[in-house]
């Protein structure tokens, strides 16, 4: 999830494997170190099913050939990059076009990347002020939001396990849902109905373009479709009741209504946006609490931060901006969970990274999974550890891979606002604890998610 407008294989490999069959193929391996086909017509296709998922296959290719490294999707070449050193030859900070956005768009058969550089910038530079117009006019929302999950963990005894993923998503798709198309849902059944959409859609999307298994079974195809077609259907009467029209809660599709595109473009924009914040923001709050069971001192002292900056006064933005240690923590979630383990580039012009020449139309993938583990700009890389960010090279670097400053994703600065707000009310009031015995496994897919339910319990502070 680089620089943009925020990711039976994972669809994370499906998904590559859509978008590769979008370009013209190249035989050439250019001499990049790697391994060759496994297969004629699957390529490498085997190796990454036996490995688990992409980014595990990733990880062990760039362990046996270092930095810069090449396998086979088909008969396709894909090079993957896997350090900082390698990734910063390769970024591009004035490309307008992010490859998680990219990839979304391929796969829902929109037109992704169809316009100029200056109408690319213009879109990006919408979503970015839909974002902050939306936390700002629905600040007391999401604080409304975050207070409601608090009372009724608050009522729960202190032996009851809380199902913290299922929790987290509904939280999430109750906070994207009015702040990216408004208070049509602040009915529930809009919610409800809007999420198990979402989730057919999500869990479909790249699954089965591998080997055409959506195709093939019929029934499936036409709970994708039908779920997508309602999807389109409610983000059009949006579109069509805030034009031109005022409104006192200013929410994200209000940003790209009042820019200079068609209704396809905001269509488009706004559905990316939908789609990618609900499951980012729910995997980050996850994620982020996840972390905070387990870690004893990091929690004492986000509770201490939060103490002192808020006291007995109200959670307010500005007042939220002064949290510098629980935004260390969220960056800390973000590299530690692999956030969102994959990403790609299209190689738009021939380029060299070290001594390799990557040719014209290759798929670059950003081994993101991979080089945020890397020991050699990551010490102790297993370790949970927000105090890590003190260190401004550090935190440069994180940035310059677009998970925080001027490069960062308007999916996860919304996704980073949203689990600020909820763990300034949610730490404030309850200690947050693990389940003993409890091991979560990682799926990894285009965002890394719990492989079950991640449970925990509370307890009262005061």
């Known amino acids: 999830m680089l620089d943009f407008a925020i990711f039976a294989v994972t669809f994370l490999l499906a998904l590559v494997g859509a978008v590769l069959y979008l370009y013209p193929a190249f035989r050439q391996a250019a001499g990049i170190p790697g391994i060759t086909p496994t297969e004629e017509k699957d390529g490498n296709l085997p190796d990454i099913v036996n490995s688990g998922s992409l980014h595990e296959f990733l990880v062990n290719l760039h362990e046996r050939y270092g930095p810069v490294v090449s396998f086979w999707f088909g008969r396709r070449l894909v090079v993957s990059l896997g350090t900082v050193d390698v990734l910063k030859q390769h970024i591009n900070p004035n490309k307008t076009l992010d490859p998680f956005e990219t990839m979304l768009k391929s796969l829902l058969r929109y037109q992704s990347g169809g316009g100029n550089v200056s109408e690319n910038h213009m879109r990006k530079k919408l979503c970015e002020n839909g974002v902050t117009n939306s936390l700002k006019s629905n600040f007391a929302l999401l604080l409304k939001l975050s207070e409601e999950l608090l009372d009724k963990w608050l009522s729960y005894p202190e032996t009851q396990h809380v199902p913290l993923s299922q929790h987290m998503l509904g939280f999430a798709m109750k906070s994207v849902t009015q702040m990216v198309m408004g208070s049509t849902f602040e009915n529930d059944q809009e919610v409800i109905r809007f999420q198990k959409n979402h989730g057919t859609v999500w869990s479909e999307i790249g699954k089965g373009f591998l080997d055409g298994s959506l ?70 709050c996850t994620w982020a609490i996840c972390f905070l069971t387990t870690s004893e001192e990091v929690q004492k002292k986000l509770y201490e931060e939060i103490n002192q900056v808020f006291g007995n006064g109200p959670i307010t933005p500005e007042k939220i901006e002064q949290l510098r240690y629980c935004q260390h923590v969220l960056c800390e979630t973000v590299r530690t969970a692999k956030l969102t383990p994959v ?8 380029g060299k ?26 010490p102790s890389p297993h370790k949970f550890d927000p105090d890590r960010f003190d260190d401004e090279l550090i935190m440069k670097t994180f940035s310059s891979l677009g998970f925080s400053g001027t490069q960062e994703c308007p999916e996860l600065r919304f996704a980073y606002m949203v689990t600020t707000v909820l763990l300034s009310v949610l730490v404030k009031r309850l200690h947050l604890l693990s389940v ?13 998610s719990s492989r079950e339910e991640a449970w925990i319990t509370v307890s009262k502070r005061y």
Request: hydrophobic share 40%.
């Open 215 to 284: 195709d093939k079974n019929t029934t499936r195809k036409k709970q994708y479709e039908d779920a997508l077609v309602q999807l389109e259907s409610v983000l059009r009467n949006i579109i069509k009741e805030r034009k031109g029209r005022n409104f006192s809660q200013h929410i994200f599709i209000d940003s790209l209504v009042q820019g200079n595109l068609n209704d396809q473009q905001i269509l488009e924009d706004s559905m990316i946006f939908s789609l990618a914040s609900c499951i980012i923001t729910a995997k980050l």
């Open 343 to 350: 990403s790609a580039q299209l190689q738009d012009i021939e």
């Open 353 to 378: 990274i070290d001594q390799f020449i990557i040719p014209r139309e290759t798929l670059v993938l950003y081994a993101l999974g991979v080089v945020l583990q890397d020991p050699n700009t990551w």
């Open 436 to 448: 003993e015995g409890q091991v979560i496994e990682t799926k990894y897919e285009l965002v890394t």
